[in-house]
């Protein structure tokens, strides 16, 4: 292939982090056949690796890993782990193959050691998805037939014909049809369940379209009387709102009066306050005068008491001074007479030292002369040692030359004495070589019927493994009978799930609620408000045959909402007014308390059921809410018992049907068809009886697998009979073969044991002759022996004297050395006593210098201690002087406190005689306060009124008072007005529940209920194109799969004649099996074999086959590129060269890559690569050119 050819090739290669390539290694490709060649462990299969990983591997296992984490480089002693792997494979796009407008490709996989990854095309994130559809149908990706290494070559060897399918149909270019089938199939399988999902809504939504429509109706006619009303309950409110206003301004002006009469009596009171004030004022500074004279005294009296007891320490600390200077005085004479001691002691010491300086000299001179005699033994010993190591080596040479002789002589004797034992021997083996003859002629004979036994043994076998494979086809066919039956279970367990899961999710969309019902519900599921029970509907359990009548009997009361007390209902209603989501009807538990319908003689009525709060299961909490709605419903079986029991009771109460016709109270009547069920309360009995039949068929199910364990225990069984049976057919034909071997190894042997005698009897006449020469030999070696061992003797005798004399001086100088130590260690110990003793008399020196400083401390303590009691007595006596000071002051003092208390009590007669005066003025006030407060109580009560009557204008219909008056119509008879409104609101309860939401939600559920038939349309119209897309799709694979197919047999057929030089081969497909189904099987017979299974052929040829099979696809529809991994590793070298011959005739359409360590292969390249791992687990890359090694193509590896 030229390189401006335009199409697609492999132009590099870059590893970071891979395996064992730490290091960045960019490979560049040219067209054309390159090798990748290395020793073995070299990392050269890590590239192929690297390969089938960018291009999507998923499987560790096949990338030769335990986990995708090893691809990552883990280390060695001398680099540390690689947090990243990451591989960018190049593709030359200049033709535009690909489609992407690009000239260079280059897909690049990135994996981090935490497990994230990362997929890029030209530096652009994407997805794995993309890269197997960009490589779809052009052979390359992880399952193509670009990537060819020995695991692909024995899978299509070995594997069934089936899984052959997956390279012909990449080889078809099928693959993106298939894709597109698979993704049209599973499309169609979610618009199937789309559209049973639409059309379940479109159930639910036909099921409550009628009866909102009357619902709607009965609550536009609620509306309009609910205006009349409005009109008459203004005219009313506004004639009771003006008779109160003219009430309060009455009041009002009483009320004025009253208020000044009581402002006289206050300001009077005020006016009495404030002389009382000023009295207290100035009864209490004359009291703070009092309590101050009295803390000044207190601290004069505690200043005194401190001084007292500060004079008594002063005195205490002159006696304790006196006693310290005493023992200072005694310490001081005690330390003079120690100096006497301490000069007496070390003038001793220096004495001692003399003697002992003297004794030092004198063991000196001793140790001289020691050394000196010491000197001289050892001169002597020298000189022996050397005149022993010279005769030593003398005898060594004696004693080799004696050894050599004896070993010649033993020698010649030990072949004598051999060759006499072998002529013995073959004298002996005679007889026994003839013995041994007969006893194999037996064997050979036993051996033959032996093997007659085993033929007819293989034969009964064979029979035996027929029949137990009968029966085990038998229980086959039975385990996918019950395999079928339990995949049918699982589809239905499945539907009946899904289904349930539809209405379980209908529920959590509240679908069928109203929009205002919805929020609140909503609001409550977040947390917003609290106190929020449910929809009434959510909290009732109705039996299935109790359903239509208590729908109907409750109507659009399912959606009231149940709360716990007037205050929650207040705030859900504030925020549906806020929020605008409409309006809703709530359940306050503390107010709502229904009455039971307490009737007798009911239970006489043939068709009464019961009454309606009876036949609903619900939490006791809820007892007052669901007798309100239900307690006073009467339920029959049908419409002539109701209108019975309506007529026999007067019509007091409402009446209800199983079948949904409603008797009203007052005697108006309600019926017709009962039309589909709501949902409200029908959608859990359907989620309940669905979840309890999809139970039901998982407990067939199960019993199913108790079924299927059982016969798989059979099967299991009669494998292992048949496995039993193969075995023993294995063993019976390996002893066949055995003892076949055998006989001819017993023939072989009959034939030797005669050429062997002939071969004894020439020996017996050789060693003869032998044995004469050596005898001769053997006397001659004697001699010359004993005079050997005579002159080495005497030589060891002149060795031993010598010994001896060198070991009596060794004696002396050790004596000489043992005295010489003694005079050391001496000399030592009295150097070890003059170190004591300077020691010694260093530490009383410093002893005696301490003991001084001590002297001259005490003397200054003495004269400190005289000058303190000097300072203490002036201390004294200043303290004397002030206290006399204080005790007058205390005196005059005193007197102050006198003065004070007689005006402190004039004041307080003062300020009683106004206390009386303000008791009397107070019970004035108190006179007219009470006034006031009757007056205030009566303007409440009709405030009150007033306000009650706003509060309900606004809360009924949020109106103002002059809002209200601008619409209402004067009353002209109050009487006539209420007799009015009574009648409306007469009408309003004969209409009952009514659900206000009903004429919104109407429209909203009719607006998607059409909006739901338009999308099913659409839905079945995009199933039939799915279908049509999915048949056509298999048309044009079936087409393409049989074209291509014949191609690649018809090339195979040929290749496979070049390769074998002749044979046939054949590619079939399985019969009985649509084309796009079906197996291949692959029939081949080499020159000169019959062969009936592949793997009679050798692993040589059958990896020639399959490597035939892949040069067909490749002539068919050629790669850009391929990369083979070792796969010519079981060819001889003569179908190397022919497999590396084909490959060049093949790379004129495609790029190959071969790992290979084949001399064969390598001779063909055009360019070698060498992978070598220098450094322990990291591997490197070598370019080599093929000029630069023809030389050194002989070795094994490069």
């Known amino acids: ?274 002389q009382m004030e000023q009295l207290f004022s100035d009864m209490q500074k004359a009291g703070a005068q009092i309590e101050q004279i009295r803390a000044e005294i207190g601290g004069l009296e505690e200043e005194i008491a401190s001084s007292d007891s500060r004079a008594a320490v002063l005195h205490n600390d002159i006696s304790h001074n006196e006693r310290s200077a005493q023992m200072l005085a005694e310490e001081q004479k005690s330390a003079a007479d120690s100096q006497e001691a301490f000069a007496l002691y070390i003038a001793q010491k220096e004495a001692e030292k003399s003697v002992l300086l003297q004794k030092q000299a004198q063991a000196e001179e001793k140790i001289r002369a020691a050394e000196e005699q010491n000197g001289q033994f050892q001169e002597q010993i020298l000189q022996i040692s050397r005149q022993l190591a010279e005769k030593k080596e003398e005898e060594s040479r004696m004693a080799l030359a004696l050894s050599e002789q004896k070993v010649l002589a033993v020698t010649r004797q030990n072949a004598l004495t051999d060759a006499k034992e072998r002529i013995s021997l073959l004298e002996e083996g005679k007889d026994e070589k003839e013995q041994k003859r007969r006893l194999m002629k037996k064997e050979l004979d036993e051996c033959r019927e032996f093997l007659q036994t085993l033929e007819e043994t293989l034969e009964s076998l064979s029979n035996s493994a027929k029949g137990v494979q009968m029966k085990l086809s038998s229980r086959q066919e039975k385990e996918r009978a019950l395999q079928e039956e339990k995949e049918r279970l699982e589809l239905k367990i499945k539907e009946q799930s899904q289904r349930a899961a539809l209405l379980e999710e209908l529920e959590r969309n509240m679908e069928g609620f109203a929009h205002s019902v919805k929020y609140v519900l909503n609001q409550s599921r977040s947390g917003a408000i609290r106190g929020v029970h449910g929809a009434l509907s959510s909290l009732l359990r109705v039996d299935a045959k109790y359903l239509v009548a208590v729908e109907t009997a409750v109507g659009g009361a399912l959606q009231n909402i149940v709360v716990d007390d007037e205050t929650v209902a207040k705030r859900a209603i504030g925020m549906l007014k806020n929020s605008g989501a409409g309006r809703a009807t709530f359940l306050p538990l503390t107010s709502v308390k229904g009455k039971r319908l307490n009737v007798s003689g009911l239970e006489r009525f043939e068709g009464f059921v019961g009454i309606g709060s009876e036949l609903v299961d619900f939490d006791e909490t809820y007892r007052g809410v669901v007798e309100s709605v239900l307690g006073r419903i009467a339920v029959v079986s049908d419409l002539d018992e109701g209108v019975r029991m309506a007529k026999q009771y007067g019509y007091q109460f409402r009446i209800v049907t199983l079948d949904g016709q409603l008797i009203n109270a007052g005697g108006s009547m309600t019926g017709g068809s009962a039309g589909r069920s709501t949902g409200l309360l029908s959608r ?326 059409e909006f739901m038939s338009e999308q099913i349309g659409d839905v079945e119209r995009s199933k039939a194109k799915l279908q049509q897309l999915i048949r056509d799709l298999t048309t044009q694979m079936r087409e393409l799969f049989t074209d291509s197919f014949e191609k690649i047999n018809r090339h195979f057929s040929q290749i496979f004649v070049e390769l074998f030089g002749g044979g046939k081969a054949q590619l079939k497909l399985t019969e009985g099996e649509a084309v796009l189904e079906s197996g291949i099987e692959i029939y081949v017979q080499p020159p000169g074999k019959i062969i009936k299974n592949l793997a009679a052929l050798s692993g040589g040829e059958q990896a020639f086959v399959a490597i035939a099979i892949y040069f067909a696809i490749l002539k068919v529809r050629p790669a850009p590129f391929c990369l083979l991994d070792e796969i010519e590793a079981a060819l001889d070298d003569v179908n190397v060269n022919k497999f590396a011959e084909y490959l060049q005739r093949l790379n004129q359409q495609t790029q190959f890559i071969a790992i290979t360590h084949r001399r064969g292969t390598m001779e063909h390249a055009d360019v070698l690569y060498g992978v070598t791992m220098q450094e322990e687990g990291v591997s490197k890359i070598l370019t080599l050119e093929v000029s630069e090694i023809e030389n050194k193509l002989g070795m094994k590896n490069i």
């Not at 947090?83 to 407008?101: C, K, M």
């Not at 494998?719 to 063993?731: L, N, S, V």
């Not at 002087?881 to 208390?901: C, F, H, M, P």
Request: charged share 35%.
């Open 684 to 1009: 859990k009995g359907e989620i309940d009886g669905l979840k309890k039949q999809a139970e039901d068929y998982r407990k067939k199910s199960d019993s199913l697998d108790e079924g299927l364990e059982a016969i798989r225990r059979e099967i299991s069984q009669l494998e292992a009979q048949f496995m039993g049976i193969e075995a023993e057919r294995k063993t019976a034909s390996e002893d066949q073969i055995r003892y076949g071997a055998e006989e001819k190894r017993l023939r072989t042997m009959l034939e030797d044991l005669q050429e062997d005698q002939e071969r004894s009897d020439e020996q017996r006449r050789r060693l003869a002759g032998q044995i004469e020469s050596l005898t001769g030999q053997c006397e001659e070696d004697a001699g010359k022996l004993a005079e050997t061992e005579a002159a080495l003797f005497d030589f060891r005798s002149k060795l031993a004297e010598l010994e001896q004399r060198e070991r009596q001086i060794r004696q002396q100088r050790e004596l000489s050395a043992d005295a010489l130590n003694g005079l050391q260690m001496e000399k030592m110990a009295v150097g070890q006593e003059i170190a004591l003793l300077d020691q010694a008399m260093e530490e009383q020196r410093r002893r005696r210098d301490d003991q001084q400083k001590q002297i001259s401390s005490v003397k200054e303590q003495i004269e400190s201690l005289s000058e303190q009691n000097c300072r203490i007595r002036e201390e004294i006596a200043v303290i004397e002087r002030e206290n006399a000071q204080k005790r007058q002051q205390i005196g005059q003092l005193r007197e102050q406190i006198t003065t004070q208390s007689a005006l402190r009590l004039q004041v307080e007669q003062q300020t009683n005689a106004l206390r009386q005066s303000e008791k009397d003025i107070l019970i004035q006030k108190e006179k007219y306060a009470g006034e006031l407060l009757r007056l205030e109580d009566k303007k409440a009560a009709v405030q009150k009124e007033y306000d009650t009557i706003i509060s309900k204008m606004w809360d009924e219909y949020e109106t103002t008072r002059s809002q209200a008056e601008a619409i209402a119509q004067p009353a002209q008879d109050i009487n006539q007005a209420n007799r009015a409104l009574g009648e409306v609101k007469g009408k309003i309860r004969a209409l009952g529940t009514v659900n206000l939401e009903a004429i919104e939600e109407y429209e909203q559920v009719a607006q998607r209920y």
């Open 1 to 274: 292939m030229d390189k401006g050819s335009e199409t697609l090739y492999l132009k590099y290669l870059e590893i970071n982090g891979f395996k064992s390539f730490p290091d960045r290694v960019k490979l560049e490709f040219g067209k054309g056949l390159t090798a990748v060649v290395g020793p073995n462990g070299s990392g050269k299969s890590n590239i192929s690796d690297a390969v089938r990983w960018v291009l999507g591997e998923q499987s560790s296992k096949t990338l030769r890993g335990d986990k995708m984490e090893d691809v990552i480089f883990g280390g060695t002693q001398l680099r540390r782990p690689m947090g990243f792997a990451q591989v960018t494979l190049t593709i030359g796009n200049e033709g535009r193959d690909l489609p992407i407008d690009a000239d260079e490709i280059s897909v690049s996989r990135k994996l981090y050691r935490s497990g994230d990854s990362e997929y890029r095309i030209n530096d652009n994130a994407v997805r794995l998805k993309d890269i197997h559809e960009l490589f779809m149908d052009t052979g390359l990706g992880r399952d193509g037939y670009s990537m060819i290494g020995q695991g692909k070559i024995a899978e299509i060897i070995g594997a069934k014909s089936t899984q052959r399918r997956e390279i012909f149909e990449e080889a078809a270019g099928i693959s993106k049809y298939r894709y597109r089938k698979t993704e049209a199939e599973r499309k169609l399988a979610q618009t199937q369940e789309n559209l049973l999902r639409l059309k379940d809504i479109m159930t639910e939504l036909e099921d409550r379209i009628g009866p909102l429509k009357v619902q709607s109706e009965k609550a536009k006619r609620f509306l309009e009387l609910a205006e009349q009303r409005k009109q008459i309950e203004f005219s009313l409110w506004t004639a009771q709102l003006a008779k109160i206003t003219v009430q309060l301004r009455e009041l009002d002006d009483q009320q004025t009066v009253g208020r000044l009469e009581h402002k006289r009596v206050e300001e009077q009171l005020e006016q009495l306050s404030r």
